[in-house]
């Protein structure tokens, strides 16, 4: 969505993925709350909890106020990264209500993943910033909008007062009416 009202992040509490991604969130919509849904990211099991972990987040959405999931973990080996080309995550995501970003790695690593989102992010932070505004942007577009309106009001009000003067030039005068 252009504008999230909330996003449910997957992802190691204890990963710099999510303090990267927080970071940035904060940066560019600070009004945006997040949800964090803790989860091993490598290692035997992991495939399993990073699955479970996305199937509760769309579970929660409605209750949460989230409706984008962040799927992140930073860098590593390709062993590192062996639980993002699993089948079981794959299956996960696509079956996932939310619109899912993954962020995985770095620029060069790509992951099964990534080919089964709805949105792929080249880094942890990539992901964060495609799922929402910047914040300053919205208020610039704001204050465009604001002017373009006085502007447009004012030359209406032009209109009519310039509508009314002809009208009244019609009336003549009211005394030599009376």
Known sequence: ???????????????????????????????????????????????AQIAAAIRR?????????????????????????AAFNDEAVARAIRACPLPVVVGVGHETDVSIADFAADLRAPTPTAAAEKAVPVRTELLAALLDDEKRLHITLMRRLQQHRTHLTGLGRGLGDPKRLL
């Open 1 to 47: 969505p252009r504008f999230p009202r909330g996003i449910a992040v997957v992802s190691s509490a204890q990963a710099a993925a999510w303090r990267d991604v927080t970071a940035a969130l904060a940066r560019r919509a600070a009004h945006v709350p997040i949800t964090l849904y803790p989860t091993p990211v490598q290692g035997d099991g992991a495939p």
């Open 57 to 81: 987040a769309g579970r929660s959405a409605a209750r949460d106020g989230t409706d984008v999931l962040l799927l992140v973990r930073g860098g590593g080996s390709l062993e590192d990264l």
